[in-house]
T-cell receptor, first 117, second 117 residues
């Protein structure tokens, strides 16, 4: 069974600094998608970045980038120039196809990011 | 474009009461999902649907029922509320399988906070 592990329950970063959130997953599949979602205190789930497993190039979205190591099954999120608005819970998610023809998403337990002024 | 709309946002129930959490999406997504998020945890899949008239169980379906009579709506029903069902409930939707939509993420509603006393 696929699992997603976020080993850092909480992280802190100084404003304007860089922080990396870790995520590892377990799968026997070769084609899948990985996502990072942000959940601020408002509880909305906001997509931060996505990575397709068949693409070797790491995804980048402005200040957010990933380090995708397929062989190591690692998918870390790097936030550069951290801002106060980045403070939130961050969830790593793995998406896999299932036999009924749909996707299932498996979420990690989350990392709470605090940004210090 | 409203996206995914959940109602109500908050609700307090007594043990044994019943209620329906409403979810509607206006993006013509085939796939819809219900998750629960317990404090400090990630999301766990309750039920999902790949289209009108088709539903299936997720990881934690006990105590819940769903129906999907239209593409837009996917209500979640609690028949006999129990304290263990105190949680935040998220509805999500996404495009179906297929390379055309393969990199599209789930879209989430804002959640319903449910307390069973």
């Amino acid at each position: 069974a696929q699992t997603v592990t976020q080993s850092q329950p909480e992280m802190s970063v100084q404003e304007a600094e860089t922080v990396t959130l870790s995520c590892t997953y377990d799968t026997s599949e070769s084609d899948y998608y990985l996502f990072w979602y942000k959940q601020p205190p408002s509880r909305q789930m906001i997509l931060v970045i996505r990575q397709e497993a068949y693409k070797q190039q790491n995804a980048t979205e402005n200040r957010f980038s990933v380090n995708f190591q397929k062989a190591a099954k690692s998918f870390s999120l790097k936030i550069s120039d951290s801002q106060l608005g980045d403070a939130a819970m961050y969830f790593c998610a793995y998406r896999r196809d299932i036999t009924s023809g749909t996707y299932k998403y498996i979420f990690g337990t989350g990392t709470r990011l605090k940004v210090l002024a | 474009n409203a996206g995914v709309t959940q109602t109500p946002k908050f609700r307090i129930l007594k043990i044994g009461q019943s209620m329906t959490l409403q979810c509607a999406q206006d993006m013509n997504h085939n796939y819809m999902y219900w998750y629960r998020q317990d404090p400090g945890m990630g999301l766990k899949l309750i039920y999902y649907s790949v289209g009108a008239g088709i539903t299936d169980k997720g990881e934690v379906p006990n105590g819940y029922n769903v129906s999907r009579s239209t593409t837009e709506d996917f209500p979640l029903r609690l028949e006999l509320a129990a304290p263990s069902q105190t949680s935040v409930y998220f509805c999500a939707s996404s495009y179906p399988r297929g390379r055309k939509y393969s990199n599209q993420p789930q879209h989430f509603g804002d959640g319903t906070r449910l307390s069973i006393l």
